[in-house]
Every structure is written in structure tokens, then in C-alpha cells.
């Protein structure tokens, strides 16, 4: 069974070693995740820094643990919408999220990382609750 817990600064190490080379750190392909407010209002959290364990991938545990995120949010925090942002060449990670209901987010300005001294496009995404 899986459930959420609050990060404990022990975690750390454990979460790292997850990472297994410098492109997959900047990806965070798909376990720990936060969720935050995004701004002063309370109708939205934002997920970010999302990874599952390299020797429990492709399990589910990515879109097991962000249901439990989703109804966290719903139930706990009661908002209204999770939103969060995925790099556009992180297609695993994008999937999953699209897989449990979220929706891209029309920008009118693509957000863009330079990362490993390449330029990385990040896409919106967001869940009405």
C-alpha cells in the first residue's frame, strides 16, 4: 500500500541516489514530490520535483503517488486546481501526468531552461479538482 508521508531531511540521500546521471536530475522523471502554493491565493498547489525510485519504475508508483497528491490536495487542502511543469523532452514523465487528467495549459510564452548547455522547453500542465 502506498502513502503519503512529510519529507524528512534524511530522505535525502536516499532521493539522490535515485538520480542516476546529471540529464536525469534536471528531468525528475517520475517516490518523492512536494506540493506548494504557487501564490498568495489558496484555490492551487503546485507539484514539483516528482521521482520514483529507479528500481520501481514503470510500476506505477508515479501516478499512484500523484493520486494520492491529487486527492491530498482536494480533501486536505481543499483547492480546486494542481498544476506543475514538465520539460518537453521528458516524455515518460509528461505521459504520466496526462494519464491520470492533466491537461496541458496554453502559454503564450514557452518557458525555456538551459540545462546541460542545451535550451529545455517546459511544459504547463494543470488538473481541475
Same mark, same amino acid.
Given at each position: 500500500?502506498?502513502?503519503?508521508?512529510? !519529507?524528512?531531511?534524511?530522505?535525502?540521500?536516499?532521493?539522490? +541516489?535515485?538520480?542516476?546521471?546529471?540529464?536525469?536530475? !534536471?528531468?525528475?522523471? @517520475?517516490?518523492?514530490?512536494?506540493?506548494?502554493?504557487?501564490?498568495?491565493?489558496?484555490? &492551487?498547489?503546485?507539484?514539483?520535483?516528482?521521482? @520514483?525510485? $529507479?528500481? #520501481?519504475?514503470? %510500476?506505477?508508483?508515479?501516478?499512484?503517488?500523484?493520486?494520492?497528491?491529487? *486527492? !491530498?490536495?482536494? &480533501?486536505?487542502?481543499? @483547492?480546486?486546481?494542481? +498544476?506543475?511543469? @514538465?520539460?518537453?523532452?521528458?516524455?515518460?514523465?509528461?505521459?504520466?501526468?496526462?494519464?491520470?487528467?492533466?491537461?496541458?495549459?496554453? %502559454?503564450?510564452?514557452?518557458? *525555456?531552461?538551459?540545462?546541460?548547455?542545451?535550451?529545455?522547453?517546459?511544459?504547463? $500542465? &494543470?488538473? #481541475? $479538482?
Amino acid at each position: 500500500m502506498l502513502r503519503l508521508r512529510p !519529507y524528512n531531511k534524511n530522505d535525502a540521500k536516499t532521493i539522490m +541516489s535515485w538520480i542516476k546521471d546529471e540529464k536525469s536530475f !534536471y528531468k525528475w522523471t @517520475v517516490g518523492f514530490f512536494t506540493m506548494r502554493r504557487p501564490n498568495e491565493f489558496f484555490e &492551487e498547489l503546485r507539484c514539483g520535483i516528482v521521482i @520514483v525510485d $529507479l528500481e #520501481k519504475r514503470r %510500476q506505477e508508483y508515479g501516478k499512484k503517488m500523484l493520486k494520492l497528491g491529487l *486527492k !491530498y490536495a482536494r &480533501e486536505i487542502f481543499c @483547492v480546486n486546481k494542481v +498544476s506543475l511543469g @514538465v520539460f518537453g523532452n521528458n516524455k515518460s514523465a509528461y505521459y504520466c501526468y496526462k494519464s491520470i487528467g492533466f491537461k496541458d495549459v496554453f %502559454q503564450d510564452k514557452i518557458e *525555456k531552461y538551459t540545462v546541460m548547455g542545451k535550451e529545455w522547453n517546459c511544459l504547463e $500542465l &494543470e488538473i #481541475k $479538482l
